[in-house]
């Protein structure tokens, strides 16, 4: 993080850097110093506070959607621009290379949209305000789940606070993007699977199953629930569970037969004749190992093929390709070098979500770049702020259910070295960043309590 500001913002105009990042910082800190401060033993304060918040929230999330224009871009727009054909019966693919031949496993979320527009009509409005209703959603859940971690209302608060001021975050509401939906479900997912009953992984497997239709990331979500389960629920103080596995299978299975019957489903309707299916992963391995792009989406990579070609000359092109990268990797001891840049493109750069929004298209160059600003300051919070809250999970031994969140993060951190990375693909598991920046903060306001006194508010 320190090397991105430094390059793109102090290099470029330190006196404006300075001056944003030392308000963001004020602010924070007085405003979250204010909401430590307030009483927390009272369930009627908890909760007008708590309603408060995600008010404010919506309320400047609406908002946003008025400062940025209506228009869709990039897969957003495929998704908004088919919807209606769909919904006419017209072929969502030409050829066996088109865009939902190859990536097939969006039509979930085609579904989605094409839902919204048969009930509200080719309204982009529909589709954002529900966005922000999803975004309210995940607030709640991230509030819920830090009460259930931590079992402190003030941190649940802080953690509601620093995730709802996070522009980067909440940025992409006015496009048709699936990540805020499928979000919220995985967040469901965690919260049901901490319950720890046999009911709670039964609906486990429903949202589970049901996001990953919807966002098909469930993979990775799946990985990190396993290995809990293996590590925390199946061995317990040298005994072996068989409870613990078997909960976790019948989140599992529930997740297959939803994740099946809907692929089958859209093969029999005729939507999509290849399901759900991914046929074109070799894709996100050409980008992720290219040291060119530093593993992102590159526009020289892309005119290197034909992509009028089929699907099984793409594919043999991709091999090659891939091979190429290996071997240029290889070649210049280049792997430890990639992913240290892949691992600042996604967790530590400005996440490009305000890019995607055609924001500069109706203010300034000067709006624009205070805008986008404005959104990395959120990143550079939760990145400091999820710092203290992983030492100071470091210093005192966690709860085993802190890491059903750490191990879905630690999986899709992983995966992400090797594949395509954008600054917006972490905006899944932001919520996680910020249950752990609320920690931190939580602690800097216990330090600073304990050395300058109690403030009663």
Same mark, same amino acid.
């Given at each position: 993080?320190?090397?991105?500001?430094?390059?793109?913002?102090?290099?470029?105009?330190?006196?404006?850097?300075?001056?944003?990042?030392?308000?963001?910082?004020?602010?924070?800190?007085?405003?979250?110093?204010?909401?430590?401060?307030?009483?927390?033993?009272?369930?009627?304060?908890?909760?007008?506070?708590?309603?408060?918040?995600?008010?404010?929230?919506?309320?400047?999330?609406?908002?946003?959607?008025?400062?940025?224009?209506?228009?869709?871009?990039?897969?957003?727009?495929?998704?908004?621009?088919?919807?209606?054909?769909?919904?006419?019966?017209?072929?969502?693919?030409?050829?066996?290379?088109?865009?939902?031949?190859?990536?097939?496993?969006?039509?979930?979320?085609?579904?989605?949209?094409?839902?919204?527009?048969?009930?509200?009509?080719?309204?982009?409005?529909? @589709?954002?305000?529900?966005?922000?209703?999803?975004?309210?959603?995940?607030?709640?859940?991230?509030?819920?789940?830090?009460?259930?971690?931590?079992?402190?209302?003030?941190?649940?608060?802080?953690?509601?606070?620093?995730?709802?001021?996070?522009?980067?975050?909440?940025? =992409?509401?006015?496009?048709?993007?699936?990540?805020?939906?499928?979000?919220?479900?995985?967040?469901?997912?965690?919260?049901?699977?901490?319950?720890?009953?046999?009911?709670?992984?039964?609906?486990?497997?429903?949202?589970?199953?049901?996001?990953?239709?919807?966002?098909?990331?469930?993979?990775?979500?799946?990985?990190?629930?396993?290995?809990?389960?293996?590590?925390?629920?199946?061995?317990?103080?040298?005994?072996?569970?068989?409870?613990?596995?078997?909960?976790? =299978?019948?989140?599992?299975?529930?997740?297959?037969?939803?994740?099946?019957?809907?692929?089958?489903?859209?093969?029999?309707?005729?939507?999509?004749?290849?399901?759900?299916?991914?046929?074109?992963?070799?894709?996100?391995?050409?980008?992720?190992?290219?040291?060119?792009?530093?593993?992102?989406?590159?526009?020289?990579?892309?005119?290197?093929?034909?992509?009028?070609?089929?699907?099984?000359?793409?594919?043999?092109?991709?091999?090659? @390709?891939?091979?190429?990268?290996?071997?240029?990797?290889?070649? /210049?001891?280049?792997?430890?070098?990639?992913?240290?840049?892949?691992?600042?493109?996604?967790?530590?750069?400005?996440?490009?979500?305000?890019?995607? /929004?055609?924001?500069? /298209?109706?203010?300034?160059?000067?709006?624009?770049?205070?805008?986008?600003?404005?959104?990395?300051?959120?990143?550079?919070?939760?990145?400091?702020?999820?710092?203290?809250?992983? =030492?100071?999970?470091?210093?005192?031994?966690?709860?085993?259910?802190?890491?059903?969140?750490?191990?879905?993060?630690?999986?899709?951190?992983?995966?992400?070295?090797?594949?395509?990375?954008?600054?917006?693909?972490?905006?899944?598991?932001?919520?996680?960043?910020?249950?752990?920046?609320?920690?931190?903060?939580?602690?800097?306001?216990?330090?600073?309590?304990?050395?300058?006194?109690?403030?009663?508010?």
């Amino acid at each position: 993080m320190g090397h991105f500001f430094t390059i793109n913002y102090l290099k470029v105009e330190p006196v404006l850097a300075v001056l944003v990042f030392l308000c963001a910082i004020i602010f924070v800190g007085g405003v979250g110093y204010f909401l430590y401060h307030v009483r927390d033993d009272d369930t009627n304060l908890n909760r007008l506070i708590l309603i408060s918040l995600l008010l404010i929230f919506a309320i400047v999330a609406i908002i946003w959607l008025k400062l940025v224009p209506q228009t869709q871009v990039s897969d957003f727009k495929a998704f908004w621009r088919t919807a209606p054909k769909a919904l006419e019966g017209k072929a969502i693919y030409k050829y066996d290379n088109d865009y939902f031949a190859k990536w097939a496993y969006q039509t979930g979320f085609l579904v989605y949209v094409m839902t919204v527009v048969k009930i509200f009509g080719h309204k982009v409005i529909a @589709i954002q305000l529900l966005n922000v209703i999803y975004q309210v959603l995940i607030l709640l859940m991230s509030y819920l789940l830090a009460m259930q971690l931590f079992n402190k209302v003030k941190i649940a608060r802080l953690t509601v606070f620093i995730l709802m001021i996070d522009l980067d975050w909440f940025a =992409l509401n006015s496009q048709a993007d699936n990540q805020y939906l499928g979000m919220l479900l995985f967040l469901v997912t965690f919260y049901l699977v901490i319950k720890d009953k046999y009911w709670t992984y039964a609906l486990a497997g429903i949202t589970l199953g049901v996001g990953s239709i919807i966002r098909p990331i469930g993979p990775v979500v799946i990985a990190g629930i396993v290995v809990y389960a293996l590590l925390y629920l199946f061995i317990q103080n040298n005994q072996i569970h068989w409870s613990g596995l078997g909960k976790v =299978l019948i989140t599992l299975v529930i997740y297959q037969v939803i994740f099946s019957a809907a692929g089958m489903a859209i093969k029999g309707s005729g939507l999509n004749s290849y399901g759900l299916t991914n046929r074109d992963s070799e894709w996100k391995f050409v980008v992720g190992l290219d040291a060119n792009s530093n593993g992102s989406y590159d526009q020289g990579m892309v005119n290197r093929f034909d992509l009028k070609a089929s699907r099984a000359k793409m594919s043999q092109k991709e091999h090659q @390709i891939i091979h190429e990268n290996i071997q240029n990797l290889n070649a /210049t001891h280049g792997w430890l070098k990639l992913f240290w840049n892949k691992n600042e493109t996604l967790w530590a750069s400005r996440s490009t979500t305000v890019d995607f /929004t055609g924001f500069e /298209t109706q203010h300034s160059l000067r709006v624009s770049n205070l805008a986008k600003l404005l959104g990395y300051m959120g990143t550079i919070v939760l990145i400091i702020l999820s710092w203290f809250g992983s =030492l100071k999970l470091l210093k005192n031994n966690p709860s085993v259910k802190t890491f059903v969140l750490l191990l879905p993060l630690m999986a899709y951190a992983v995966v992400q070295l090797l594949i395509e990375v954008q600054g917006r693909y972490r905006l899944e598991f932001l919520p996680v960043i910020a249950i752990l920046g609320g920690l931190g903060l939580f602690t800097i306001c216990e330090w600073i309590r304990s050395k300058w006194g109690k403030m009663n508010v």
